[in-house]
């Protein structure tokens, strides 16, 4: 072997060691982010380091309660994470946006909730207040309608944790209340826990952040970071065969005195369901009134006088995190049964028609 030759080969021995390393590590961004949270029972903290193991350690994460923070001006981005109470978050964090709302108009922001229900399909009547959208990301139209300025990379519904026997006396008082008076009884409740969270949901919010802010690849071994997902949780103590709550499921129909309330999912998109319900309301003399719109779900009365005034089906069509490449779709209707045969018959033909050509999804 020539001299030349063989010093080639040291060299590149020598860069190959030199650069092994770097090809072992996680890439990594140069931007600085800050997750700040507003939690009661803790299972928003829990999701806020869930958040930063997924986005990696590699990656500058401050993660503070709301009452830590002195400046946000250090930072890059801003995740904003809340407990939701009263259908969304919570007064500290409207704070929090108040008092930094012109500084975070020049960063990227991501809002994220824990809350009882994650159904963005789910529509709520209760004496005194009309039907309206709740669950998941729907509790933060609110703030994003207070801060139009500010424009969310991420937003996600988690969903949440919380047991019962812990909790004090007027939360435990107000959850009951809560769940006597909604008209379809209380879809949050689990055992004797109210469990709810979508672990998928956090790990595409994660990712979406990783992507759009960070630039770079969304991570796929995120099953690695479920510990809280998969620790033992209050409830496995009072009984260890109790599991955690269990979605609830996709295809339902309820037929009661309150409610005539049917749900179910397709194979699709949001605009192929919103054309067919479109061609649906047309068809059958229904006028669509869009109440709500956003990237993921519309909420919709659709109107027809079946003979003694107008009656409303409460419909919402929405796209969800963790079921990708299917639209779910819920129709609700609060007249009683007397008076409702006539919307009954509508949403049999307006599920056929979304349910057609093989869409529909049989679970
Ligand atoms: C008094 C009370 C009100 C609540 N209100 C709502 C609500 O309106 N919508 C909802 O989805 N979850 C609601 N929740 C559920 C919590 O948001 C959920 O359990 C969350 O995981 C708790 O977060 P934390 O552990 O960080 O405090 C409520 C819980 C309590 C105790």
């Not at 770097?22 to 999701?47: D, F, N, R």
């Not at 002195?70 to 994470?81: A, F």
């Not at 939360?171 to 379809?184: H, N, P, R």
């Not at 802010?213 to 997902?229: A, C, S, T």
Request: glycine fraction near 6%; hydrophobic fraction near 35%; aromatic fraction near 10%.
């Amino acid at each position: 072997m020539n001299a030349k030759y063989s010093k080639r080969i040291i060299l590149v021995c020598l860069l190959a060691l030199i650069l092994s390393p770097l090809a072992s590590a996680q890439a990594q961004s140069s931007k600085k982010g800050l997750l700040v949270y507003s939690s009661i029972y803790g299972s928003t903290v829990e999701t806020a380091y869930w958040v930063k193991a997924l986005i990696g350690i590699e990656n500058q994460l401050d993660v503070k309660s709301l009452s830590q923070v002195i400046t946000i001006e250090p930072y890059d981005y801003i995740i904003i994470g809340s407990v939701t109470r009263n259908e969304g978050p919570v007064e500290p964090v409207y704070q929090f946006m108040d008092l930094y709302k012109d500084k975070l108009v020049n960063k990227q922001v991501c809002y994220y909730l824990n809350c009882g229900d994650t159904d963005e399909t789910m529509v709520l009547k209760v004496p005194g207040r009309e039907a309206h959208l709740i669950a998941g990301r729907n509790y933060l139209i609110d703030l994003l309608n207070k801060y139009p300025e500010i424009k969310p990379v991420a937003i996600g519904g988690f969903g949440g944790r919380q047991v019962f026997i812990t909790m004090n006396k007027k939360d435990s008082f107000m959850t009951w209340l809560v769940g006597m008076l909604a008209k379809e009884g209380k879809p949050w409740e689990g055992l004797d826990i109210w469990e709810s969270l979508v672990p998928e949901r956090v790990e595409a919010f994660a990712n979406e952040v990783r992507v759009n802010i960070l630039g770079l690849k969304p991570r796929e071994d995120v099953k690695q970071f479920r510990g809280y997902w998969e620790s033992l949780q209050p409830a496995s103590l009072t009984d260890p065969a109790k599991q955690k709550f269990h979605p609830k499921p996709y295809t339902e129909k309820v037929n009661t005195d309150r409610i005539y309330y049917s749900r179910s999912r397709i194979k699709g998109d949001l605009e192929l369901t919103v054309s067919l319900l479109q061609q649906w309301a047309k068809e059958n003399g229904i006028e669509l009134k869009e109440q709500v719109k956003t990237f993921y779900n519309v909420y919709y009365h659709a109107v027809k006088n079946y003979g003694e005034g107008d009656i409303i089906t409460h419909i919402v069509p929405a796209t969800l995190p963790e079921d990708p490449g299917n639209v779910h779709i819920s129709f609700r209707c609060y007249d009683k049964p007397d008076k409702r045969s006539g919307v009954e018959k509508d949403i049999e033909l307006a599920e056929k028609l979304v349910w057609a050509d093989g869409r529909k999804i049989d679970n």
